[in-house]
């Protein structure tokens, strides 16, 4: 049995399933294959693009690298700076480290919830958008530094204590507006996990 194709069957299905998107019906592509038509059509029509790979987006985990180059794009976007204390990582599961950082995020969102950029920040509008940079410093003598010197400069933030050790672990800014805030942490480092000690832990 010999299955034919008519071209004006398949002109009306493309046509059909690019219904969706606003493109110029005016729009000419030129004949050729399926596969490069359908490619000619993300490429020509950004809205199409950017809803394709919005699912690929949501599913994707964004490093402290892709934070960084986000909050680059946008000078004012609002951003919460993170800080932990590397020398903890020698003696304290990674875990643990995490967990000092989301104590002091949560505690600096909480304590100036009533504050407009955390109110912005949280609204759900943006609640999915988040922009975050963690960075570290050598240990607890450079944290307790970097408190004091937010506080000189009034940059409001959540210096973790931990308890029962009652030792500082971690440091959290409110939300800023990232050229206001961004200049007292352009000294610090990413805060990168060394992965042979990773695998070593498992």
Not at 18 to 42: D, E, N
Request: include cysteine; hydrophobic fraction near 35%; proline fraction near 7%.
């Amino acid at each position: 049995m010999t299955c034919v194709i008519s071209s004006s069957r398949f002109t009306l299905s493309i046509s059909k399933s690019i219904g969706l998107c606003p493109c110029p019906r005016s729009r000419v592509f030129p004949s050729s294959s399926p596969l490069s038509l359908h490619s000619s059509i993300r490429k020509s029509h950004p809205f199409c693009s950017a809803s394709m790979s919005q699912s690929a987006e949501t599913n994707s985990v964004s490093t402290p690298d892709d934070a960084g180059v986000q909050a680059e794009e946008t000078p004012d976007v609002l951003i919460q700076y993170v800080v932990l204390r590397r020398d903890l990582i020698d003696s304290w599961p990674l875990g643990s480290v995490v967990t000092q950082g989301c104590h002091a995020s949560v505690s600096a969102i909480w304590l100036t919830k009533d504050d407009p950029h955390t109110s912005d920040y949280c609204n759900p509008d943006n609640i999915d958008s988040m922009h975050k940079v963690t960075l570290e410093v050598k240990g607890e003598t450079q944290m307790v530094n970097l408190s004091e010197k937010l506080k000189a400069n009034s940059i409001v933030h959540k210096l973790w204590i931990e308890q029962p050790e009652n030792i500082p672990t971690c440091l959290a800014t409110k939300p800023y507006p990232k050229s206001v805030v961004s200049p007292f942490f352009k000294k610090l480092k990413l805060y990168k996990e060394i992965v042979g000690q990773t695998l070593s832990s498992l």
